[in-house]
C-alpha cells in the first residue's frame, strides 16, 4: 500500500512541473535544452523530498502524530492551492532563463513543493530511497512529456493537469488526517 501512496504523490508532484512545462513546449524550446531542463528537475525531485524525507522522520520520531497532523495540513492547503489556482487560471509562472542558473531557479521552483511533500511522507513513509527515487523519475518523465505535448496542443490541459495533481494531495492529505483507507 505504501508504495501506491509513494506513486500517487509522485504523479502529483509531477503535476505541476508537467502543467509548467507544457506551457513551455507550446512556447518552444529546443531538444537539448528540453533534456537538461527533464534532468535537473528530476535530480531536483529527488533531492528536495529526500531532505524532507529525512526532516519528516526525525520530527516523526520527535513529535509522533503531531507530526503526521502537520504533513496533513501541508498536504491539504498545497493540495487546496494547486486545485484553485488550476481553476482561477491563476497558477501561471513566469518563465525564467533556461541558460546557466536560470534553469535551477526554474527545477527549485517547481520542486518546492515536493520538500513539503517529502515532509509530509516522512511521517509514515520507510521507503526513503526508492520513494525518492520514484519521484524524481516520475517529475523527469513528466517534465519532459509535458514539453513533447506542448509543442502539440493547447493551453487547457496545464490547468487540468495542476487540478488533478491538487485533488491527488488534497486526497492524501485528507488520508492522513482522517486515517482514511482508500
Do not use: C
Not at 524525507?53 to 507530526?67: E, P, R, S, T
Not at 521507503?127 to 524524481?136: H, V
Request: aromatic letters at 10%; charged letters at 10%.
Amino acid at each position: 500500500m505504501e508504495l501506491i501512496w509513494i506513486i500517487a504523490v509522485s504523479i502529483a508532484l509531477g503535476m505541476d512541473a508537467f502543467s509548467f512545462s507544457l506551457a513551455l513546449g507550446m512556447i518552444g524550446i529546443d531538444n537539448k535544452i528540453a533534456l537538461r531542463l527533464s534532468v535537473v528537475v528530476a535530480v531536483f525531485h529527488v533531492f528536495m523530498p529526500l531532505l524532507g524525507l529525512w526532516i519528516g522522520q526525525k520530527l516523526g520520531l520527535l513529535f509522533g502524530n503531531v507530526a503526521v497532523g502537520i504533513g496533513a495540513v501541508i498536504l491539504l492547503w498545497l493540495g487546496s492551492k494547486m486545485i484553485l489556482g488550476a481553476i482561477r487560471g491563476s497558477g501561471e509562472k513566469s518563465i525564467p532563463s533556461l541558460k546557466g542558473f536560470g534553469i535551477f531557479v526554474l527545477a527549485g521552483s517547481v520542486s518546492l513543493d515536493a520538500l513539503s511533500v517529502g515532509f509530509s511522507l516522512g511521517t509514515f513513509v520507510s521507503m526513503i530511497l526508492p520513494a525518492t527515487l520514484i519521484m524524481g523519475f516520475t517529475a523527469g518523465i513528466m517534465t519532459g512529456g509535458g514539453i513533447l505535448l506542448g509543442r502539440r496542443i493547447g493551453t487547457w490541459a496545464g490547468s487540468k493537469a495542476e487540478a488533478v495533481g491538487g485533488g491527488i494531495l488534497f486526497l492524501i492529505g485528507l488520508r492522513m488526517a482522517f486515517g482514511l483507507v482508500f
